[in-house]
């Protein structure tokens, strides 16, 4: 049967590099000279690759990364200073919609930053709403907003409380402060630090981890997650959680995973042919 995506790393990009590691996506933010700050087709370039890795059956994971000294150093000020002074915007690809809504990431393939260098503005806020945040001991981190007679996007400040605490994330925010990369360990904003030439390998040995898993189990979790952080009834947290329990239970995913451990030999999840006749097995399309 053709293949009915274009793959990312086949598509052409001006201002990202895109590659692949087995079952692994990588995105590179590919403007070093400007410290990976984000213009339009920056922001619509990361689109179509995510896009293209999410209906890419072969990919179950994307780790995203920058070139050079920095991760990304916030949006292109360039076009703030054009909303004063008039000046015409440089032509750049327009982005469909936005680049980093909370439910598009929440419906995503799991993505896990590795932060390389400065992240600041929307090299900060946006990776709030990946999966896993890892960071070399060069990374730098600031919500440095408030500095810059701005607020904080992308629904940071709904998300920063939740993953750091609400102290932490008000003194982060109102002060613009620097966090290193040990600071950001110490918040609980970073899952682990590492040297910087272990950082791409080691995010991609996590992202390999996660992307052996069943696609669609991975799916319903971060659904799950995000839905249950809105919610402020428990009983349809409840609801929901045995739910999908019983749904999973009924799935090839978990037949094939049970079939696994009685054989004593790592689940094929993500053998087409076989999990499509054990699907036909179970009465599933």
Not at 256 to 280: G, T, V, W
Request: a negative charge; glycine letters at 8%; aromatic letters at 8%.
């Amino acid at each position: 049967m053709p293949e009915m995506y274009e793959p990312a790393q086949a598509m052409s990009y001006e201002t990202i590099q895109v590659e692949r590691e087995g079952r692994v996506g990588i995105v590179h933010w590919n403007r070093p000279e400007s410290l990976n700050s984000f213009n339009q087709t920056m922001y619509s370039e990361w689109i179509e690759a995510y896009d293209a890795f999410n209906s890419d059956p072969t990919i179950g994971a994307v780790v995203c990364t920058g070139n050079g000294r920095a991760y990304s150093s916030g949006a292109d000020i360039g076009g703030f200073e054009r909303s004063f002074t008039g000046g015409e915007a440089p032509v750049g690809k327009q982005p469909p919609h936005a680049a980093f809504g909370p439910w598009y990431m929440a419906e995503g393939k799991p993505t896990i930053a590795a932060v390389n260098g400065v992240a600041v503005g929307i090299g900060f806020t946006s990776i709030l709403w990946y999966d896993v945040i890892l960071a070399s001991t060069k990374a730098r981190f600031s919500a440095r907003f408030a500095a810059i007679g701005l607020t904080p996007e992308l629904s940071s400040s709904w998300m920063l409380p939740r993953l750091i605490g609400l102290q932490r994330a008000k003194e982060m925010m109102l002060t613009g402060r620097i966090c290193s990369a040990q600071d950001a360990l110490d918040l609980g904003l970073v899952r682990e630090v590492v040297e910087p030439e272990d950082l791409l390998p080691r995010a991609i040995e996590l992202a390999a981890e996660i992307a052996n898993n069943p696609t669609s189990t991975l799916k319903t979790i971060k659904r799950m997650i995000m839905e249950d952080l809105l919610a402020s009834d428990l009983s349809t947290i409840e609801r929901r959680s045995s739910g999908n329990f019983s749904e999973a239970r009924k799935t090839s995913q978990h037949r094939e995973a049970l079939l696994a451990l009685r054989e004593k030999r790592p689940p094929r999840f993500h053998d087409n042919e076989y999990m499509a006749e054990l699907s036909a097995d179970l009465g599933q399309s």
